[in-house]
T-cell receptor, first 112, second 112 residues
Framework: DTAVSQTPKYLVTQMGNDKSIKCEQN?????MYWYKQDSKKFLKIMFS???????INETVPNRFSPKSPDKAHLNLHINSLELGDSAVYFC???????????FGPGTRLTVT | EDQVTQSPEALRLQEGESSSLNCSYT??????LFWYRQDPGKGPEFLFT???AGEEKEKERLKATLTKKESFLHITAPKPEDSATYLC?????????????FGKGTKLSVIP
């Protein structure tokens, strides 16, 4: 069974569109994350979320918003997509702070 | 500012040629130093967490060590299947922060 899954794996869309990426974890973890990996392979945190607290990295545009319907899911919604949003987006989860994070397979977003 | 710096950026080894990867950090009040492996087109795979200076952890041909300022990932007698990008990360300073800051990684190539 896949521990952290994401859909879709690839997403190609035009500038100005709104899109969502879904993430699910079956590890029973309390905390989930979204990361962006740019073309230089640099991995940067966007959000962390548990049922008590949402922490937003200050560099993330407010066009990006995480939505969590329940503890096992953290979806990423992106409004008004821009060319610079093209990247690979990873979802991850962990048991809590100080524990290793388990990553999904990634979603490659291409904005044309 | 919290920083994690990895060296070298790339490392090419002959099969069986042992070496070490370096990760230096300036995160104050370190609450764990994490090592990950990332294969092309996949999400990072959690390897180790180290919490205090002097701690060591091993997995197959990999051994991670931690001092007060840096961590090393030692690779003993590597095989071609050890080829990957190795990432280290540390939680951001500040109480309650779940968010990791990652280094840019070391791309390891093991030649048969």
């Amino acid at each position: 069974d896949t521990a952290v899954s994401q859909t879709p794996k690839y997403l190609v869309t035009q500038m100005g569109n709104d899109k969502s990426i879904k993430c699910e974890q079956n590890l029973g973890h309390d905390t989930m994350y979204w990361y962006k990996q740019d073309s230089k392979k640099f991995l940067k945190i966007m959000f962390s979320y548990n049922n008590k607290e949402l922490i937003i990295n200050e560099t993330v545009p407010n066009r990006f918003s995480p939505k969590s319907p329940d503890k096992a899911h953290l979806n990423l919604h992106i409004n008004s997509l821009e060319l610079g949003d093209s990247a690979v987006y990873f979802c991850a989860s962990s048991q809590g702070t100080g524990y290793g994070q388990y990553f999904g397979p990634g979603t490659r977003l291409t904005v044309t | 500012e919290d920083q994690v710096t990895q060296s070298p950026e790339a490392l090419r080894l002959q099969e069986g040629e042992s070496s070490s990867l370096n990760c230096s950090y300036t995160v104050s009040g370190l609450r764990g130093l994490f090592w990950y492996r990332q294969d092309p087109g996949k999400g990072p795979e959690f390897l180790f967490t180290l919490y205090s200076a002097g701690e060591e952890k091993e997995k197959e041909r990999l051994k991670a060590t931690l001092t007060k300022k840096e961590s090393f990932l030692h690779i003993t007698a590597p095989k071609p299947e050890d080829s990957a990008t190795y990432l280290c990360a540390a939680p951001y300073s500040g109480a309650g922060s779940y968010q990791l800051t990652f280094g840019k990684g070391t791309k390891l190539s093991v030649i048969p």
